[in-house]
């Protein structure tokens, strides 16, 4: 299948400099529809991207459509991998999965920890994240990647490690 040009919409608007109002950047893609595991495997972003072992095989084993996508003219430098056809490699792939038997698991430690939790039915792979999205609805897992496109991703809470019993002790004298 060819690609296709497709609006996406981030799900946090990004804060326009000039107005400082929420403004739809007007984000623009491309992307390309599949439906078998080959594609997926074969792809350069999925064999670099940060998951882990199980991760991997899991998401493999639940697979049922996803979508490669690039960016037509606004490809950086650093991440324009020309193919052998000429375009640019995909920046992101969008995955829909089956049920799966992770639940809490995770799916990649690198570099935050994303479990895949029993309803999370969409994967975002990029080359430096993955990101899991909760439910099926493929209009919802593109608005994730646009909020990463445009930078208003969110990163998970990140838990506090517990203080040492001599740093406590310590703290409490100040």
């Known amino acids: 299948m060819p690609y296709r040009e497709r609006p996406m919409r981030p799900l946090l608007l990004p804060i326009h400099p000039e107005t400082q109002l929420t403004a739809d950047p007007g ?13 997926l495997q074969e792809s350069l972003l999925w ?15 639940a697979f049922r459509e996803g979508w490669l996508v ?33 639940y809490g698991r995770l799916v990649s430690a690198v ?8 309803g999370d039915r969409s994967v975002i792979v990029t080359a430096d ?20 496109l445009v930078g208003t991703h969110w990163s998970p809470r990140r838990r506090a ?5 001599e740093d406590a002790d310590a703290l409490r004298l100040l």
Not at 111 to 118: C, G, M, S, Y
Not at 161 to 165: K, L, N, T, V, Y
Request: hydrophobic content about 40%.
């Open 111 to 118: 570099p935050e920890h994303i479990p895949l939790e029993h």
């Open 27 to 39: 984000l623009t893609v491309e992307s390309r529809r599949f439906t078998d595991v080959l594609t």
């Open 47 to 61: 064999q670099t991207a940060p998951l882990t072992r199980d991760g991997r095989a899991e998401v493999v084993g």
């Open 70 to 102: 690039r960016r037509p003219s606004v490809n950086p430098p650093f991440e324009i991998v020309l193919r052998q056809d000429g375009g640019p490699e995909p920046c992101a792939i969008v995955l829909m999965l089956r049920s799966h038997t992770m």
């Open 161 to 165: 490690r517990p203080i040492p019993a």
């Open 129 to 148: 994240r993955v990101i899991a999205v909760r439910g099926a609805n493929e209009a919802r897992a593109f608005g994730y990647l646009a909020n990463l």
